[in-house]
């Protein structure tokens, strides 16, 4: 059974700081991750889709690795902002279903 | 843009009751899923569709069911809920591998 596991639970920088985090998952046979944001109180927004045949994908200060053979996701944040407080979350897919890991609280602080 | 509507934010509802919970989405998307999120267990499937009139356990069905009559809306129904079902619900539709989610329903039971 797929299991996703994201470390750490929580983090707190100070603002302009670049940091990663980091997505594990035990099946690797999967179609893609993807990485989603979720403000409080709110539903989940996509930030990066990697398909399983890809390395990385990159949306502006954002960049998503995946190594599927390890295993292992990272989400690389370029200088970071207040705005970029939210809980993080990755999620891999299978046939039809999507397997979430706990996500990651980040607090940027000004 | 893709619309994933839900019909509450927020809802309160007594033990024992029949509660309904409505998802609409504007994009003709056959395949939509229906999640409840608990602090420390992340997104949990409860069931998911994948055209009209079919449906599909989760991982965590039991005490659910839900209903699929037209593409655009699907709907979860607690049968007689129970305190362990108050949870953020949120329901998503997959447009071209990319999860749409709406903003969740905070259910409470009393």
């Known amino acids: 059974k797929q299991e996703v596991t994201q470390i750490p639970a929580a983090l707190s920088v100070p603002e302009g700081e670049n940091l990663v985090l980091n997505c594990s998952f035990t099946d690797s046979a999967i179609y893609n991750l993807q990485w989603f944001r979720q403000d409080p109180g709110k539903g989940l927004t996509s930030l990066l889709l990697?398909?399983?045949?890809?390395r990385e994908q990159t949306s502006g200060r954002l960049n998503a690795s995946l190594d599927k053979s390890s295993g292992r996701s990272t989400l690389y944040i370029a200088a970071s902002q207040p705005g970029d407080s939210a809980t993080y979350l990755c999620?891999?897919?299978?046939?039809?279903?999507?397997?979430f890991g706990t996500g990651t609280r980040l607090k940027v602080l000004a | 843009d893709v619309k994933v509507t839900q019909s509450s934010r927020y809802l309160v509802k007594r033990t024992g009751e029949k509660v309904f919970l409505e998802c609409v989405q504007d994009?003709?998307?056959?395949?939509m899923f229906w999640y409840r999120q608990d602090p420390g267990l992340g997104l949990r499937l409860i069931y998911f569709s994948y055209d009209v009139k079919m449906k599909e356990k989760g991982d965590i069905p039991e005490g659910y069911s839900v209903s699929r009559e037209k593409k655009e809306r699907f709907s979860l129904i607690l049968e007689s809920a129970s305190t362990n079902q108050t949870s953020m619900y949120l329901c998503?539709?997959?447009?071209?591998?990319?999860?749409?989610f709406g903003d969740g329903t905070r259910l409470s039971i009393l």
């Open positions: 999620a891999v897919q299978g046939t039809y279903k999507y397997i």
């Open positions: 994009m003709d998307h056959e395949n």
């Open positions: 998503a539709s997959i447009h071209r591998q990319e999860p749409h």
């Open positions: 990697i398909q399983s045949s890809q």
